[in-house]
T-cell receptor, first 111, second 112 residues
Framework: SQTIHQWPATLVQPVGSPLSLECTVE??????LYWYRQAAGRGLQLLFY??????ISSEVPQNLSASRPQDRQFILSSKKLLLSDSGFYLC??????????FGPGTRLTVT | AQSVAQPEDQVNVAEGNPLTVKCTYS??????LFWYVQYPNRGLQFLLK??????LVKGSYGFEAEFNKSQTSFHLKKPSALVSDSALYFC??????????FGAGTILRVKS
């Protein structure tokens, strides 16, 4: 069966520090991968999605970037965090045309 | 552009009573519709989907959803609510490029 992992689960970082969040998927090949941010415990904002290694589409201009160095690995990064980057970050995967499955999330607090 | 509306910010229901969480959609072409549930500080869990076929779709944890093309609705239902059903519920529609467009979410509170 397929599983999705995210780490760390929680993170507290100072403003201006770098960020790296990792997401890995097991049990499937060539999935579509997604990064979302959920602010204030409600709405989901799609940040990035990827249909293959090295293929990243950005949904909104921002302080973050994403990379997909391996088929089942998706990384969210920032060179310098802003206070507004705080939130709950969710990674998800899907096969083409099907539902998305979400990871457990990372709670990021920028202080 | 595809969009989803969840008109209720919160739904309150007594345990044992039927529950409905509303969702309306706007798409060009045939809709692919989904419901997800999120418990506090957790990722979203997939409940059910409508692609084609029967208008009544059955999903996980006793939930079902009714697709109504004329009303462009996809309401989530359960015959008898449990306190443990209290959570945040999201409706979503498949958009361009296999991305999902999510509604704003509805908080469901089930009181004993």
């Amino acid at each position: 069966s397929q599983t999705i992992h995210q780490w760390p689960a929680t993170l507290v970082q100072p403003v201006g520090s770098p960020l790296s969040l990792e997401c890995t998927v097991e049990g499937t090949s060539n999935p579509n991968l997604y990064w979302y941010r959920q602010a204030a415990g409600r709405g989901l904002q799609l940040l990035f999605y990827s249909v293959g290694i090295g293929q990243i589409s950005s949904e909104v201009p921002q302080n973050l970037s994403a990379s997909r160095p391996q088929d089942r690995q998706f990384i969210l990064s920032s060179k310098k965090l802003l206070l507004s980057d705080s939130g709950f970050y969710l990674c998800a995967w899907s096969v083409v045309g099907d539902e998305q499955y979400f990871g457990p999330g990372t709670r990021l607090t920028v202080t | 552009a595809q969009s989803v509306a969840q008109p209720e910010d919160q739904v309150n229901v007594a345990e044992g009573n039927p529950l409905t969480v509303k969702c309306t959609y706007s798409v060009s072409g045939n809709p692919y519709l989904f419901w997800y549930v999120q418990y506090p500080n957790r990722g979203l869990q997939f409940l059910l989907k409508y692609i084609t076929g029967d208008n009544l779709v059955k999903g996980s944890y006793g939930f079902e959803a009714e697709f109504n093309k004329s009303q462009t609705s996809f309401h989530l239902k359960k015959p008898s609510a449990l306190v443990s059903d209290s959570a945040l519920y999201f409706c979503a529609v498949r958009g361009y490029g296999n991305k999902l467009v999510f509604g704003a979410g509805t908080i469901l509170r089930v009181k004993s």
